[in-house]
């Protein structure tokens, strides 16, 4: 059993930097792909990133591609999400989430393995 919990959020200038951090319980979780999501207020959850078991393969949206940045520690059971240029359009609840079937099941938003997210808020 895996088990997920955000932190890192908060309220931010247009143009700063917030770092998220998941932090996860499971020894199985080293062999998980894990990414995070979003998803703003009036709108349906969205992809944001997500990092392959080994680290070695990421993906991201268009949209933050370039700005954000995805990182895992399995050691530390975490995965990062570094978050540069911050715009008013990130400002959603950003989750965390697992999965063991590889980054294209993660990308279903299928997964049982889900945080219960942290808030960013981008002000203009």
């Known amino acids: 059993q895996v088990q997920l919990v955000e932190s890192g959020g908060g309220l931010v200038q247009a143009g700063g930097s917030l770092r998220l951090s998941c932090a996860a319980s499971g020894v199985t979780f080293k062999y998980f792909a894990a990414g995070w999501f979003r998803q703003a207020p009036g709108k349906e959850r969205e992809f944001v990133a997500a990092i392959s078991s080994s680290g070695g393969t990421t993906y991201y949206a268009d949209s933050v591609k370039g700005r954000f940045t995805i990182s895992r520690d399995n050691a530390k059971i975490s995965v990062y999400l570094q978050m540069n240029s911050l715009k008013p359009e990130d400002t959603a609840v950003y989750y965390c989430?697992?999965?063991?079937?590889?980054?294209?099941?993660?990308?279903?938003?299928?997964?049982?393995?889900w945080g219960k997210g942290t808030l960013v808020t981008v002000s203009s």
């Open positions: 989430a697992a999965d063991p079937g590889g980054i294209a099941t993660l990308r279903t938003m299928t997964t049982d393995y």
